[in-house]
């Protein structure tokens, strides 16, 4: 099962479900009966509601709550006479339907006897898509992500929005992106409601603001208006809020007023990470008076008045404030603090104890690894997701939240997000499994996640370490995808790349070669046939990246590639394209395409 539960005892016999037979509900579970009805008739059972007994209710939902502890927890109890269902509360009871619904699919509803105790180990359990980097899913996409995270128990769910949400009197910043509107996140917060999951409004307020602030418009809130140089040397355009400018905050207020009413949520993430241009611009002498810290902070908690003002509960990203270490415990106490980190060995021990000594709430927030990547780094994600829960929990993390960010033009497709997204229920709801078996969670994940007995995930698993055929490893990305989405960064790192790392890519080129042709020649499922196609797409776009790392190693620069090897590329990376193009269409919404092929395509234009 997955999550896999807490507690399982093994009794002797079993139930073989009946193709007829009545389900015992109160007037207050009603809808969850009505969830396991349609369930059985999947599976051609016909069975009806009840509210009474009699010797014909075979399965009986009781929501008692002086017999559960926990709010979520549930006693799933399997004999051969029937199933019984016990929950503290209606939350606990969708849970235990679920467990019961993969019980039924993993033995076709003739089910072991057994006595199942359950409840999480992290209250809060969330995942974040980017819908940011050019790709919006359609709400079909987005609604079936949702029964997803419903199926393997995730209680929230973000999506995480520069200039994606289609604000009445700022159509300059989003006309070209179909962003999603009020009614449908009115919509999208109702679908989610009735799985129990928390649609949390997640919209950046400081960083991360370059679509907005590259318009005349909005240069006048800018840190930066002209621009600023990275961290790491490049130009980049307006990036971030200033703190110096008195109408940022009516700015955000405008937007908070329009956009929190379409959400029930209580909790409203504000983002606030990666303020690289602070101190560069406008707040420059107000950084040099009173450091960069106390800038940032006070910013924040001005932000945060303004979130209270609607009765919502500020989340806000910890990067920038926990280098300010003795700055964390002027945070208010009512805050949630979103402390995260992406590669494997990311510091949340310490990371954690700094916010939890400080007395302030916390979520630990790992990523999928799927970005930057195009087929995923499947080691990294897990051994981030497990290092990340594993702390969280040790320092009493209030929750977690899984992320999927889609830089540079969001080209992986969805599901190369499923490994991560299943093994972080599992060990968030149960921590005992975070030394799961790889192989029996990848089972899982067919089971549970594409509903197949096809090994989907094994061959996705296996794309997401190819990564590692070369020694080189770089922050948050794989080398093959940087050689060919960012091709202008790799001459700094070709001297690390030796002959036994190309001879290594051969091989990998040809093992991707072999999943696409496994993939392609298997018969599967009319509703899996998109997944087998995005799967393809991405690994053609792997081995399209392992090319052009051969290139710029053995040529040095992409014009010196000789034109019989070049063109045969650039007839492969065309016929991808156009591939990437239809799948696009089939589950996202057309506005940020253009604009992610435009990223992915640099390497051909610099032959023009």
Same mark, same amino acid.
């Given at each position: ?10 009794l ?6 009946? =193709? ?16 396991l ?9 016909? =069975? ?13 939902? *009781? ?40 019980? $039924? @699919?993993?033995?076709?509803?003739? @089910?072991?006897?057994? *006595? ?8 809060n ?25 419903s ?23 989003w ?10 996140i ?5 679908y ?13 307020? =400081? ?62 993430? @504000?983002?606030?990470?990666e303020?690289?241009?602070?101190g ?6 107000m ?14 908690l ?12 500020? $989340?806000?990203?910890g990067d ?11 945070l ?19 990371e ?44 009493a ?49 067919d ?7 096809l ?6 698993y ?11 490893? @770089? ?21 690390? *790349? ?10 990998? $080129? ?8 496994e993939?392609?020649?298997?018969e ?5 046939n ?7 797409n ?12 051969? =290139? ?57």
């Amino acid at each position: 099962m997955l999550p896999k539960p807490k507690k399982i005892i093994n009794l002797e016999k079993e139930f073989n479900i009946p =193709f007829r037979g009545k389900i015992l509900v109160s007037g207050e579970n009603l809808k969850i009966g009505q969830l396991l009805r349609n369930e059985l008739e999947k599976s051609k059972r016909c =069975f009806s509601l009840t509210g009474y007994g009699g010797e014909d209710v075979l399965v009986r939902l *009781i929501v008692e709550p002086n017999c559960i502890q926990n709010s979520q927890g549930y006693r799933l109890k399997v004999t051969e006479k029937g199933i019984t269902v016990v929950s503290k509360t209606i939350q606990g009871m969708f849970y235990g339907i679920q467990t019961l619904k993969q019980l $039924m @699919i993993e033995h076709n509803c003739k @089910i072991p006897a057994m *006595i199942i105790e359950d409840e999480p180990d992290f209250e809060n359990r969330g995942f974040m898509l980017d819908i940011s980097r050019n790709r919006i899913p359609s709400m079909n996409t987005l609604k079936k992500l949702i029964d997803t995270l419903s199926e393997l128990k995730y209680n929230q769910l973000q999506l995480y929005m520069e200039h994606t949400f289609a604000y009445e009197k700022h159509e300059t910043v989003w006309k070209t992106y179909t962003p999603l509107t009020a009614d449908e996140i009115l919509d999208l917060d109702s679908y989610c409601k009735e799985r129990f999951i928390e649609l949390v409004p997640n919209q950046n307020s =400081f960083g991360h603001l370059g679509k907005w602030l590259k318009h005349e418009k909005y240069k006048y809130l800018a840190e930066c208006p002209d621009g600023f140089e990275t961290p790491w040397g490049e130009k980049y355009g307006p990036f971030s809020l200033s703190p110096a400018v008195p109408e940022t905050l009516k700015f955000l207020d405008e937007l908070y007023e329009e956009l929190l009413p379409n959400f029930t949520s209580t909790k409203f993430n @504000i983002g606030g990470d990666e303020t690289y241009d602070l101190g560069l611009g406008r707040s420059k002498q107000m950084c040099n008076e009173l450091g960069k810290g106390k800038v940032y902070l006070d910013f924040l908690l001005k932000v945060y008045k303004t979130v209270k003002k609607y009765g919502k509960t500020m $989340m806000f990203w910890g990067d920038i404030i926990k280098n300010h270490a003795e700055l964390v415990a002027h945070l208010p106490d009512d805050i949630i603090a979103m402390v995260w980190g992406y590669e494997l060995d990311h510091p949340y021990d310490s990371e954690c104890e700094l916010f939890s000594s400080k007395g302030i709430t916390f979520y630990v927030c790992p990523g999928t690894s799927t970005w930057d990547s195009f087929v995923g780094r499947s080691e990294n994600a897990l051994m981030n997701i497990e290092n990340a829960l594993v702390n969280g929990k040790k320092h009493a993390a209030t929750g977690f939240l899984l992320t999927d960010w889609g830089d540079n033009g969001h080209p992986q497709h969805l599901p190369f997000s499923m490994i991560p997204l299943g093994y972080a229920a599992t060990v968030g709801w149960n921590l005992s499994s975070a030394n799961l078996c790889v192989d029996d969670l990848l089972k899982e994940i067919d089971l549970h996640v594409f509903k197949t007995n096809l090994s989907i995930a094994e061959q996705i698993y296996q794309l997401g370490l190819l990564y590692k055929s070369v020694n080189l490893r @770089i922050h948050n990305m794989s080398p093959y995808f940087m050689a060919l989405v960012l091709p202008h960064k790799m001459p700094e790192y070709l001297t690390r *790349i030796d002959d036994n790392d190309l001879a290594n890519t051969y091989l990998a $080129m040809n093992r991707a070669r072999e999943v696409i042709a496994e993939l392609a020649n298997t018969e599967t499922p009319t509703d899996l046939n998109d997944v087998m196609a995005q799967i393809i797409n991405n690994a053609e776009m792997l081995i399209l990246g392992m090319q052009a790392l051969i =290139f710029l190693k053995e040529y040095g620069e992409i014009m010196k590639v000789t034109s019989d090897k070049w063109n045969s590329f650039e007839h492969d990376f065309e016929k991808t394209l156009e591939n990437y193009k239809v799948i696009w269409l089939s589950s996202n919404r057309p506005g940020g395409l253009e604009e992610s092929i435009e990223k992915l395509t640099k390497i051909l234009r610099m032959r023009k």
